[in-house]
């Protein structure tokens, strides 16, 4: 009996989704890949939205912010960092230009666009690259 070609390619699917999640890093270890070269700045409780140029999530554990002049921010989500999974998608929920540690982060699974949970943001830490940080 041959298998279905529904099968296989479901095989294949599966086979690759495994893959991608084996090979991804520790999650210190991706944050530490974001800041390398970087140095650390003084934490702030907020930063400005319309200079996020994109973020994404280390599973459980931060939420890596970058601004539009290169400086990354990394937060570690003082609650609900657990529902946190890399493919989740962030829903801000602010009242402001601003994105404070005193606002709500809803995670929507991606495939279902079901709430997952929410998050309550810690402080925001910057790294700045080396000889931008020379320069202020």
């Not at 999650?27 to 200079?51: F, L, M, N, S, T």
């Not at 829903?91 to 309550?120: A, E, K, M």
Request: proline content about 6%; hydrophobic content about 40%.
């Amino acid at each position: 009996m041959r298998p279905s070609p529904i099968l296989i390619a479901a095989a294949m699917l599966f086979g690759t989704v495994a893959v991608q999640a084996g090979a991804r890093d520790n999650p210190e270890q991706e944050i530490a890949k974001a800041i390398a070269g970087r140095v650390e700045g003084k934490p702030v409780d907020c930063i400005y939205q319309h200079d996020i140029r994109s973020s994404r999530i280390v599973d459980r554990t931060a939420i890596i912010y970058e601004m539009s002049n290169g400086t990354i921010y990394i937060n570690r989500p003082e609650s609900g960092a657990s529902f946190m999974h890399w493919d989740d998608v962030l829903v801000t929920d602010t009242h402001g230009p601003q994105l404070c540690r005193v606002d709500i982060i809803r995670l929507y699974n991606t495939s279902s666009r079901i709430q997952t949970g929410s998050v309550g943001p810690g402080m925001f830490v910057p790294y700045s690259r080396r000889d931008r940080a020379k320069r202020l």
